[in-house]
């Protein structure tokens, strides 16, 4: 019988997402002013509804959260962008699993500090429920941070128990 276990988590916004916003609204009201200063009357329409359109589409994908899928020490880490678009950014067989412990505690080293592959897989990073796996990723050795529950870090335990630490 296999284990499945998931967990979705949305990534809360912070300071860069209100920048790309501030910046993508300011970048239509330039393409609207620029539109009416080239005197593109006949267009305006036109231009104002791919303007609308693009913005919305460039607005709603900063609505970001992730899906971790855990099935029998096997996971998956997807990305969904505004509940539109899916995109696998993580996958890792437990048994090449080299760590798995608390982001906050001493087993995050300057080794696993260095790695420059890199998974923000967070609601944000300050938070204390954030862990992090190390393992290979498409050939790199990469580093996830991720909120996983508690059954989660059982099956993880159960497929690599010298390597995952629980506190």
Not at 5 to 14: A, L, M, R
Not at 22 to 31: K, M, R, S
Not at 136 to 159: A, V
Request: hydrophobic share 45%; proline share 2%.
């Amino acid at each position: 019988m296999d284990l499945f276990n998931e967990k979705i988590v949305k990534k809360n916004y912070d300071y860069k997402d209100a920048f790309i916003v501030l910046a993508l609204i300011l970048v239509a009201f330039l393409l609207f002013f620029l539109t009416i200063f080239l005197n593109l009357t006949m267009a305006l329409p036109i231009v104002l509804i791919g303007i609308g359109y693009g913005l919305f589409q460039l607005i709603s994908a900063r609505h970001v959260e992730f899906e971790y899928s855990v099935t029998n020490g096997d996971m998956d880490v997807d990305k969904i962008i505004a509940k539109r678009k899916r995109v696998r950014v993580f996958s890792v067989e437990g048994k090449n699993l080299e760590m798995l412990a608390k982001l906050k505690s001493d087993k995050y080293t300057g080794d696993f500090q260095s790695i420059s592959q890199r998974v923000e897989a967070v609601s944000f990073m300050e938070n204390d429920d954030v862990y992090f796996l190390v393992a290979p990723y498409k050939g790199n050795r990469t580093i996830l941070f991720f909120e996983p529950n508690e059954r989660m870090l059982q099956d993880f335990r159960k497929k690599a128990p010298r390597n995952v630490f629980i506190s």
